[in-house]
């Protein structure tokens, strides 16, 4: 498992990377006030060159997707795309995914926004979608291995 899949799996698990976000974006914090209104200017980093690389780091709406690998499953194949910005998932969605049968494009209508929630929120540890096992399957290994790659 890549470095950041292994980063990304606890905090998406637990909800600790929204918290984090949270703290990052709360407008007191960034005024250099704590929500209490104590002033924590002391507390705040004086080192410029650390202030610039946090200015520097990528952000979800400046971040490029990534493509994954194709993987052929039973039904036809998954790929998936994902945006990520330094070791944030920010989206995942399938750009291909089995429609050579009727059956296969009507499970793919509903399993594959499914999966692509689940992914978003949860990277590569899916719940699944009940019905959909190979496409599923196909999703979780293309995720996996693009973020392996990075």
Known sequence: MGTLARRLAPAAALGGL????????????????????????????????????????ATCDTAETVMGPIVTTRWGPVQVAATIAGDTLCEAHAVVWPTG???????????????????????????????ATYTTDGYRESLQQLLDSL
């Open 18 to 57: 929204a918290i984090a976000i949270v703290g990052l974006l709360d407008p007191a914090l960034a005024a250099g006030r704590s929500p209490a209104g104590d002033d924590m200017t002391a507390m705040a980093p004086t080192d410029t060159a650390a202030q610039q690389g946090a200015a520097s780091t």
């Open 101 to 131: 049968e009727r059956q296969s494009r009507q499970i793919s209508t509903y399993a594959v926004p499914e999966l692509d929630a689940q992914a978003t929120q949860q990277g590569v540890i899916l719940d699944g979608v009940s019905g």
